[in-house]
T-cell receptor
Framework: GEDVEQSLFLSVREGDSSVINCTYTDSSSTYLYWYKQEPGAGLQLLTYIFSNMDMKQDQRLTVLLNKKDKHLSLRIADTQTGDSAIYFCAESSYSSASKIIFGSGTRLSIRP | DAMVIQNPRYQVTQFGKPVTLSCSQTLNHNVMYWYQQKSSQAPKLLFHYYDKDFNNEADTPDNFQSRRPNTSFCFLDIRSPGLGDAAMYLC????????????FGQGTRLTVV
């Protein structure tokens, strides 16, 4: 079945860039997503990328997709304290119909 | 304006006492999902509706049921909550098909006492 994996924790200094990585197994994945979850809140879609793209940039966010290695990353430039949250990678594919499968999330903490 | 609304935000129920969580949407989306999220874990899909078509995940316990009386509303029924069912329950909607954005509600945190 489909599987999405992420490292559990990342700590960066305020103002530095954060890079959160994700790997997935479903080669038919068509869309890959990054969601942000703040404590006690629901999931907020940050950005997504279609599988025929290899990069997408949106203000401080850059998504890189290596389809051959099934590797997705999210880079947050100039990381701020408000970026502290759990970041979930997710994927959907034609084979999984409308299902969105999530990774375990990466907890990003910011140090001064 | 909130587009996916879950009520209540916090729900306390007794062990074994049936409980219903509700979700409504103003987006007129075809698909509505229910996810269970336990602390520090990935949201786990329980089931989803594509219009009236119900799709249950293979590992969703029978204790969990769902109803979708119309496009706007979807309910999660837990017939006999156990302590292990304490979690955040997230409702989401999407247009459907692969690769459409899912919009999430704020979630209902269920406590079982």
């Amino acid at each position: 079945g489909e599987d999405v994996e992420q490292s559990l924790f990342l700590s960066v200094r305020e103002g530095d860039s954060s890079v959160i990585n994700c790997t997935y197994t479903d080669s038919s994945s068509t869309y890959l997503y990054w969601y942000k979850q703040e404590p006690g809140a629901g999931l907020q879609l940050l950005t997504y990328i279609f599988s025929n793209m290899d990069m997408k940039q949106d203000q401080r966010l850059t998504v890189l997709l290596n389809k051959k290695d099934k590797h997705l990353s999210l880079r947050i430039a100039d990381t701020q304290t408000g970026d502290s949250a759990i970041y979930f990678c997710a994927e959907s594919s034609y084979s999984s119909a409308s299902k969105i499968i999530f990774g375990s999330g990466t907890r990003l903490s910011i140090r001064p | 304006d909130a587009m996916v609304i879950q009520n209540p935000r916090y729900q306390v129920t007794q062990f074994g006492k049936p409980v219903t969580l509700s979700c409504s949407q103003t987006l007129n989306h075809n698909v509505m999902y229910w996810y269970q999220q336990k602390s520090s874990q990935a949201p786990k899909l329980l089931f989803h509706y594509y219009d009236k078509d119900f799709n249950n995940e293979a590992d969703t316990p029978d204790n969990f049921q769902s109803r979708r009386p119309n496009t706007s509303f979807c309910f999660l029924d837990i017939r006999s909550p156990g302590l292990g069912d304490a979690a955040m329950y997230l409702c989401a909607t999407s247009l459907g098909g692969s690769g459409t954005e899912a919009f999430f509600g704020q979630g209902t945190r269920l406590t079982v006492v």
